[in-house]
Every structure is written in structure tokens, then in C-alpha cells.
């Protein structure tokens, strides 16, 4: 995988000479993305792209290359492999669609390409694909705009639209690879790069259809104790497994039978695609959570029992709080207030700052041998309220913290979007959507701890 | 309820005389507000508050006052509430906690109120609320800042976070109620308000416990029939239930057999309170759907497969496209491409602007006989890419048509926020912040359309 994320010298096989705006011209995104290595055109009708010499065909130039990005029409790619070969290259993406994701003639092209692959010795990634993304490199063959991102996340998917979109689907990218219809380069190989690549803590997989599904799941079990693997499948009801089939010519399998298989490796398994970036972030910045017992610090009353309703769903609990912990916030409360679990503390607030009652209130849960993870539930005033706000304090007391328990924020009101980029400022606290999302989040990393260290001691009887 | 939502003139009982940022001062806030009424300040250790005659106590003002708001420790509120009988006030707002939300003495002091409401004929909203708000004519109770947006959506909550955080729970709101322990006012009242209203056509509710349920669930069975009501009912779970009891001292009663009751009414019911905001503005403003039948129009074709997955999950399916509508999408594309539903017309779009297929595929499907309802997946781009944005277009096509079909747009990439309100600014199509909840709201206009005309012919077979 190393020749598709990090050549050195790069063919771009069928490249046009339209340039400029709207021309989805790879070889000039591939400039301006900040690519350091040679690039080649190959245009049998041009002399010069962009400035630089343009070759009839991929032998013709006589330097090493170290990946070959073909877009061409169908019936040319099967000959275009053929050059590749000769010309000594060990790696090839195919962008065109038309192939196990269109009709007969392209079922037969890619049953020809995959023998081309295994009788050759090149290794081919798609086709119908938007190739690959490296962010530490500066490297894309994506002809849509993507975003740069030098996070450790890789992304294994087989359509463009998670890599175009990471936002929506995975949230901050590092290195992603969009298998299309994996004729060759399949989710073993890329699983094992990104296992393997240091800069790469999560992997996030949105995937339509496995092949060679034994090697894939054996090595996801391993990988999973070091790196967190999230993973999404489609094709969960008979008519999405349908669509798979015409998408990339997957075939969906069963879907019940391989869920259990992905959830036996050990990886987080998603019920809906929406939830990879949450759960993402999540695994990529929290602590690991030890027992399933949660305390949640709440400004809203009506909050705390939406929240109630969201541990039981997800396997956790309200944590029966010391009379320590609620003793401290009740000295800052009204004399009528009764203090428990979820903590509510608007009626402090109404006695004394913001400061004091949320750092009082986080620190002594976080001291609380009782509690393994946090939920906080804040407001995000407008600025005539700012007082209110408090997530530099929140992340000044987990920064101060050797207590090692996730702290997960919902933040509500008018100002909510600019105030969860504040708590998520020093990635310490990560904030999300909903009240159920933050749940949910919670139950990610207790479920993981049971992975990580299957051994250990629950810290609660 | 009109004392309540449409007040000439108000006591501000136990109000304070600091004012300014930070105070919470509800005398400054209705009067920034804008409310049009007459005020009267009633502090005994005051002699002017923001500049208005300050009373000693409500009976010693002279004029008639429709609604008494009181702040004030929980031991007075039964002598004033004594005193807004003898001055002849028909309606208080109690908005003190410290009640059945807090302990015994609480409980015994709420059970006074609601005697003194039954005996005196003084109608009692909370304790513990944070009142209503009106802004269809600028008056609000909430301390709190709250929006102000003239939307045809009534909300009955028993939480003032649902008045103060629109955003997260309802949407947009014009009037909104918050009952708090609901000693007197319940949901039966606010309800009938919110049904004999012509400024309302949405009603959400926010639920903790329902007293006298049967009056309600009767009156909600009718009001249904004219105006959608779309409600979340929290404590779900057993520690959701405990934690409804410690907030608004409310029985959470037993959630399934509530559930069963609500949903027979033909309300919305909704299992997570982040769907509000969803389900309100899709029946706010989109026709319903008169079968099950979706036509997905994509611009991924890996996004079509995931939308296929949360159609079978909500009941609703792909559907069979007349041979018209694709041979018009099929002119468009390349030889080799398959079409069927979802549509995909990416390789359309690289031959053609994306203006002319998203129109000529948008109309035909709009067209089509066989389908009942629209889903787009369309990318927002960013501005080197606005050409594939076809916001105002899809706005014109709906328009222009005369199917009244339900289009709604997922859309995914750097802009997505901007496109999404482009896409809304005429209200005529919604969009949603993953497919999963795109797909769910066109369940939501399916499911209506059935209680709407119960005897209504499917429009399949």
C-alpha cells in the first residue's frame, strides 16, 4: 500500500487538458494540494500539460514511477494495465466507473482486470474510485476538493463520498482509501497499512461488501487491542443490500451473520452511518471508561432526566454519588435542594458563580470513587450571559485531573456551535449533537475498556 | 390560558431591584421584550423599580390585573397567592422550585396551591416554570434570554431548557409553555389553548408525567385530526422515571402503557427528544405522503445505498420507477449506466450541468405516478464548485410542480450548513442532518397522511 499513499512519482494516465475552474482536472488539484513528488501526464494527444511534458504512453517515460492514476474509458483500461506492467509499475488505480457497478461487458472487464492483477504482480486499487488521500504527504488523487487534515484517523470506504465529506462521515481524515469495487486492493490490505502505519490511532471503515472476509476478520481482531476500529456496513436491509450490489458490484452478504462476525472482533460496530464522527472522536481523544457508572452535573433539571432514559438504553448507570461529592455541592445549594444523581445545580447557580459550583461539582465527581465517566450538561448563553459559560474552567479541572474518566459535554442555547468548538478546544472534552448522542458516546468507551483489558477487574462489584 | 399568553396588564411579585447584565431581571426582560402592557412591580422594600411605581403588595394596586408572575421564597407564595385572589387576579405564574420537585414541606406547600386554585378560582401555572412566552405579542416570563421568531409552532414542555434552547428541542417557537410541577395548569389546558389558536398549526410537547390523562389523550385524539402534535415523553427508564419524580415531582406512570395511549391518538411520537426539531419542522411545512413509495435521487452512489437501509427501517420503500422517468435520466448518462432507484446521476453530471439533470430528474420523478415521495442527496460545495449546487433550482422545480409530494434534501461537504439553509429559505423542501433522519421524516409525512384521511385508497395496490 505504500506505492498508493506515499509515491514518490505518480502517472496520470488519460489526464485532460482542460484546466481551471470546474474542469475536475486531477493533475492541477495534485499541484495545488501540495504533492512534493514528479508527476507524469500521459495524453497521447498533448505535448505539454500544466507546464509539463506529456507522454503518448506510460512507457515512453523512462523514469521510476511509483503509481499509476488511470482515467480512461472502460474498454481502454484492460490495454492501459497491460502498459503499466511493462513499464514496470507496481501499483495502479482505476477512477472509471462502468465495470461490476454497470452491466455484462463491465462485469467481464473487471474479471479480466483482477487476473491482470494476479498474473502481472500489480496491485490495482478500484475500479470506480476517488483513489486515496494522504494528508501527511500532501498527496490526493481525489479530483473533488478535500479537506487537510493531519489527523490520525485512516478511512477505509468504497465511495468518494466519505472522503469528499469527511464531516458528515467520518469527521478529521489523515490518510483515507476509497476501495470502490475492490477488484484486487481489498479492506485486508488496507486494514494492515494503516495497523501498521505509526501516525494512525483510529481506523474508521464504511464498507459495502467483504471479500476474503476470514483474513480481514482475524486481522481486525488483533489490531483491534492496539487501535480502535470503527466500522459501519451497509446493506442492512434486503433493498440497501441491493443497491451495494449495483454500487460497487459488492455483494452485501448476509448482514446479521457478518455484523456478529465484526462484533466479535472487537471493533465498535454502527448501527447507522451518521455515527462515525462521534464515535471517532470519541475513541481518538477520550480516556477509557472502567465501570458503567456515570455521573451527570446538569444546569437543567429536564435535561438530567432525557439523559436517565439514554444510560439504561445504552447498558450504563446513574452512579450513586459519596456523600462526599454531594455533600460539597449542597454546601453551595439551597437548604430544600435534594442533591443526588443526576446533580442538579441551576440552584446553586442561583446562590454563587458559575466558576465555583461547576468546578466544585466536576472536581468532586472526578475524586469520586463511585464514578467512572462524566456527562455535563451546560448552557451556551449569549454573550450577556457569558458567565455562564464555562468550558475554559471545565478543561482546566480535567486537565488538572489524574483521575483518567471521560467527561463528555451537551451544551444547549443560542450560542451552542461556537461553545462546543470552545470545549473541544485542548481535545480533552469532546461535545456532541444531542443528549442521546453524548450517551451513547460514553457507552463506546466502556465498551472498548472491556475490549482493551478484558481481564480487569469491573471497578464496581 | 389567554390570562396567561395574552395579558394587558401583570404583577411582577417579589421582583428585584438590581437590574442589569447578569441580574435576571424579569421587569428589564419583558420590557426589552417588548411587551406592550402595563406593568406593576410589587417589592415592599422599594419605592421605584426601572423607573415605575413600585408597590408594597398587589392588593394596593388599583387596576385590574390579568396575570401575576411571583418569585419568591417558597414559604410566601401561599399568602400572595392569598393576596392575587383578594385583588381579583385570575391567573399566577408560580415560578419558584423548592415544591413536590424538592421535599416533604414542598409537597405539603404544592398541595396548599392546588386547594387555593380549586377553592379561589385562581388559575396556577408551575411552580417551578420559567412561564410562557408569546411572540406573537412580545411577552415572554423566562429570566432567560429567549428567540423571538413568529412560527406557527406551539410548545408545551414541563422544563424551561426546552424555551430557552429552540434550537435543540422544538425548533423555531411562537408560543410556548412551560408547566413545571403543573400543581393546577396542566396539559390538557395548555392544549385546547394551543387547538383553538388559529396562529398555531404544530404542537409539540415535551412530557415528563400526565395527570388526568384521559382528559387529554381525548382532547389530543380530536385536535389531531386538524393540527399535527408531535410529543416526547421522557422517563422511559426506570432511573429516567426516578429522576422525572426529583424535577417536577411529576409520576412518570408507566411509559409503554402511556406510549400506546399517546400513539393511539394519532400524535407523532417520538422515542428521542433530538428528533423535536425534525419532526416539527417537516409537518410544519411539507405536503404529506399518500403511499410508501420513495423516489431517492443521488449524486453518490454510495449514499443511495445507505438511504435504501433506512427506508426498509421506517416502513417505507424504493420505488419502482415508470420506464419514462429513467429513460429521461438515461438520455443524460452514459451507455453503460444502470439506472434505477436510487437514481444515481453522477455520470450524468459529468457529461451535463448539473442544472439541467437535477431538473430534468427532479420533474420526472415528481411526475412519476409511481412515486410518492422525493429524497435528493446533492453536494454542497465549496464555491470553485458552486456550478454542482443546485439549491434554488430543486426550489424552482418544486414550485413549478403540481404533484404536492414531499421533496427532501440531504446534503453533504464543506458547505453543507449555508446549503442547508438555501435549500430551506422557501420552506418548500428540508433537509436533515443525516440520512437516517431525512429518510425518518418522510416516514413521519407517511404515517400522517394515514391518521389525516384514514379512508383514504392507498395509492398502490
Request: net charge neutral.
Amino acid at each position: 500500500m505504500k506505492n498508493f499513499f506515499e509515491p514518490e512519482s505518480v502517472a496520470l494516465i488519460g489526464i485532460s487538458r482542460k484546466s481551471g475552474p470546474g474542469s475536475l482536472n486531477l493533475m492541477e488539484r495534485m499541484i495545488q494540494f501540495g504533492f512534493p513528488g514528479q508527476i507524469y501526464p500521459v495524453n497521447p494527444n498533448a505535448k505539454k500539460i500544466l507546464g509539463k511534458q506529456a507522454y503518448p504512453n506510460v512507457r515512453d517515460v523512462k523514469e521510476r514511477i511509483d503509481l499509476a492514476v488511470i482515467s480512461s474509458p472502460r474498454e481502454t483500461t484492460i490495454r492501459i494495465l497491460e502498459d503499466c506492467v511493462a513499464a514496470n509499475i507496481k501499483a495502479a488505480i482505476v477512477v472509471n466507473q462502468g465495470f461490476t457497478d454497470a452491466d455484462r461487458r463491465g462485469n467481464e472487464l473487471q474479471q479480466k482486470m483482477e487476473e491482470l492483477a494476479i498474473r502481472d504482480g500489480i496491485r490495482i486499487l478500484g475500479p470506480n474510485t476517488l483513489g486515496v488521500l494522504n494528508n501527511f504527504n500532501n498527496f490526493t488523487t481525489s479530483f473533488m476538493p478535500v479537506v487537510k487534515e493531519k489527523a490520525p484517523v485512516g478511512l477505509i470506504c468504497q465511495s468518494g463520498i466519505h472522503i469528499v465529506a469527511p464531516a458528515e462521515f467520518c469527521g478529521e481524515i489523515g490518510k483515507g482509501v476509497d476501495l470502490g469495487n475492490a477488484c484486487d486492493v481489498g479492506f485486508y490490505d488496507a486494514l494492515k497499512y494503516f495497523a501498521e502505519d505509526p501516525g494512525i490511532e483510529v481506523i474508521a471503515i464504511h464498507m459495502e461488501g467483504l471479500k476474503q472476509g476470514k483474513r480481514f476478520l482475524s486481522l481486525a481482531g488483533k489490531v483491534v487491542k492496539d487501535k480502535p476500529i470503527v466500522i459501519h456496513k451497509s446493506g442492512s436491509s434486503e433493498t440497501g443490500a441491493k443497491a451495494a450490489m449495483s454500487h460497487t458490484g459488492s455483494i452485501a452478504g448476509d448482514y446479521q451473520l457478518l455484523k456478529t462476525a465484526l462484533k466479535q472482533t472487537g471493533a465498535t460496530f454502527l448501527e447507522e452511518a451518521g455515527q462515525m464522527p462521534h464515535a471517532v472522536k470519541t475513541l481518538r481523544n477520550l480516556p477509557l471508561m472502567k465501570g458503567d457508572r456515570v455521573a451527570v452535573i446538569t444546569y437543567s433539571g429536564g435535561a438530567g432526566i432525557m439523559v436517565s432514559d439514554g444510560l439504561e438504553k445504552y447498558g450504563l448507570k446513574l452512579a450513586s454519588l459519596s456523600p462526599e461529592t454531594t455533600g460539597k455541592v449542597a454546601e453551595l445549594s439551597p437548604d430544600w435542594m435534594p442533591l443526588g444523581n443526576p446533580l442538579d445545580i441551576w440552584p446553586a447557580l442561583m446562590l454563587h458563580t458559575a466558576e465555583k459550583v461547576c468546578s466544585v461539582a466536576l472536581r468532586a465527581v472526578l475524586d469520586d470513587p463511585n464514578v467512572d465517566g462524566v456527562l455535563c450538561i451546560a448552557i451556551a448563553p449569549v454573550p450577556e450571559f457569558s458567565n455562564l459559560e464555562v468550558s475554559q474552567l471545565l478543561n482546566s479541572v480535567v486537565e488538572e485531573s489524574s483521575s483518567h474518566k471521560p467527561v463528555v459535554v451537551w451544551t444547549y442555547g443560542p450560542n451552542a456551535r461556537e461553545v462546543r468548538r470552545k470545549y473541544e478546544s485542548k481535545k480533552r472534552i469532546m461535545t456532541y449533537p444531542t443528549l442521546e448522542i453524548a450517551t451513547w458516546a460514553l457507552s463506546l468507551l466502556r465498551d472498548r475498556f472491556k475490549i482493551v483489558e478484558p481481564g480487569a477487574q469491573d471497578s464496581f462489584p
